[in-house]
């Protein structure tokens, strides 16, 4: 086992739940964890989704062989800066950031370099729109796509470092998650389809029926599951969202536009054989999604 040390820095949702799924699916190495709020830090600890709290995050990062980036994505691109002069080749960086391009751009010439650490680009397509460790769950990544975006630069890290990122995969699969390969550009294209622009139409909707309805008493009774499910995503944080507008914007403002465009058109169609035209385009899209077969 060339991973004996891993450092989990953001012990959050998706930073617990990822060093418990390690924990149940058997790994025996040791984990620690830091984060910047240490009521965080100590939920993280009491349930066991790490073995010790790090006092300096960069002297943990030094001594483990994964390094693992939960957080906003600005804070990731901070903690590349901040751990590129620490780490070395044999070590490897690793993130679970929704943005992947950013973080591509932001790593070339600090990592996968002869005598550098490595850095493989990594997204685990899950989640909750609640955060934090006591919300943390072992199962969170079961079944769920964990992409990675691998780019020349990584492909040719250090064999060292390559034999830690070729294990840590091989883990991601024993969290019995679908792990798939895009690049980065690409990556951060689908995601503005199929994860950001989904958030930010709850975001926009549940807003919306905020400003609306101000007496809550005279909605909420008959929304029903159709108003539970689609204002779910509405109660995501927006630290998290934040860095994500601000790093895949060009993306995730076209998807918005083909949305804002496609409104429109079933505005003015609200009468005419088009709507149910539309309902059938929906119906086999909703069709062709495994979980719907069940």
């Known amino acids: 086992m060339a991973i004996e040390r891993i ?3 953001g012990t959050g949702l998706i930073g617990a739940s990822v060093g418990l799924a390690l924990r149940s699916h058997g790994f025996a190495g040791e984990i ?10 100590a939920i993280a600890k009491n349930r066991d989704a790490i073995d010790l709290v790090a006092g300096d995050p960069v002297a943990a990062a030094r001594r483990s062989d994964v390094v693992v980036l939960c957080g906003p994505v600005f804070t990731i ?18 993130d679970v950031g929704s943005v992947k391009r950013a973080l591509v751009e932001r790593a070339r010439g600090h990592y996968n370099l002869g ?23 072992a199962n969170l ?4 796509a964990w992409l990675f975006t691998e780019t020349p630069e990584s492909r040719a890290m250090h064999p060292a470092s390559r034999a830690i990122a070729d294990e840590w ?46 007496a809550k008493d005279e909605v909420l009774p008959i929304g029903g599951r159709a108003l539970r499910e689609m204002t779910r995503l ?22 918005l536009l083909a949305l804002e465009q496609r409104l429109t058109h079933l505005r003015e ?17 909703r069709g062709s999604q495994p979980s719907s077969k069940k």
């Open 7 to 9: 450092a989990i820095l």
């Open 32 to 41: 620690a964890g830091w984060d910047p709020d240490s009521a965080e830090l």
């Open 77 to 94: 691109l901070d903690w590349l800066d901040r751990l590129a002069p620490e780490l070395k080749a044999g070590q490897l960086v690793t």
């Open 115 to 137: 005598d550098s650490a490595g850095f493989l680009p990594g997204h685990p397509m899950a989640g909750k729109e609640v955060s934090g460790a006591a919300n943390a769950d």
């Open 141 to 144: 990544f079961e079944g769920a």
């Open 169 to 214: 995969r091989a883990w991601v699969e024993k969290l019995n998650c679908r792990v798939l390969d895009l690049g980065p550009e690409r990556h951060d294209v689908l995601c503005a389809w199929v994860s950001h622009l989904p958030q930010f139409v709850s975001t926009a909707l549940t807003a919306l029926l905020q400003d609306e309805f101000t």
């Open 234 to 255: 509405g109660g995501s944080p927006y630290s998290m969202w934040r860095d994500i507008a601000h790093t895949n914007t060009e993306a995730i403002a076209a998807s």
């Open 269 to 285: 169609n609200l009468k005419t054989p088009e709507l149910r035209e539309e309902f059938e385009r929906a119906n086999r899209f």
